[in-house]
């Protein structure tokens, strides 16, 4: 294993090195579908931008041709990249001994390739990206609120016959709807090269 995460090609992101969730799980030896839901059980613990990248929009159809050897699906809405610190978080909650031993390797001989070569200059921050990465982020944790209202709350609400299910229903969906229409409308002002970020 030690030879084929030496021999991985870093894939860049925002200037740091970054994991697919489909790599990550072939290195840690799992599946891909575990890494989705680890992230999504414990989506408070991950930050975007800290332990991910969330990649959509004009800057996911630009990756397709600059990261070309990752043969992203065209279907492919959305794309998460994971940061050092995610790779990490990952391998403490699998909690195995191969992904520990894989993310230390990782540490290493990927994260670490280029930390002595000296940036020469870097882009400034947009205002259109620090704006997507908040409109991003503030769905992620609407979205989370949202599935458990659905799910949870809700169904409870209705099976006590609280006025506040009837009361809180469409005020929950219509926030939904509108926050979704905003985030479309926000990722999309993102201009060529532009990526939703608050920080280099």
């Known amino acids: 294993m030690s030879n084929s995460v030496k021999s991985i090609p870093a894939i860049m992101h925002n200037g740091i090195p970054v994991v697919t969730t489909e790599l990550l799980a072939e290195l840690y030896d799992t599946k891909s579908n575990n890494i989705k839901v680890n992230h999504s059980r414990n989506a408070g613990r991950f930050i975007e931008g800290k332990h991910y990248f969330k990649v959509i929009g004009n800057a996911l159809k630009n990756l397709r041709v600059t990261l070309s050897n990752l043969q992203i699906s065209p279907k492919a809405r959305s794309l998460i ?13 699998l909690d195995t001994d191969k992904a520990w031993d894989v993310f230390e390797l990782m540490e290493d001989h990927y994260f670490n390739k280029g930390k002595n070569e000296v940036v020469v200059s870097t882009r400034p921050i947009t205002q259109r990206e620090k704006d997507a990465h908040n409109i991003n982020a503030l769905f992620n944790h609407y979205d989370v609120f949202y599935s458990a209202w659905k799910s949870e709350i809700y169904p409870m609400l209705r099976q006590l016959e609280s006025p506040l299910a009837g009361r809180l229903v469409d005020r929950f969906q219509d926030g939904y709807a509108f ?11 993102l201009q060529e090269g532009e990526l939703p970020r608050i920080c280099r």
């Not at 994971?82 to 909650?93: D, S």
């Not at 926050?179 to 002002?189: A, C, F, S, T």
């Open 81 to 93: 990249l994971w940061t050092e610190r995610g790779a990490a978080r990952h391998a403490k909650m």
């Open 179 to 189: 926050l979704m229409n905003l985030r479309r409308d926000i990722n999309g002002r």
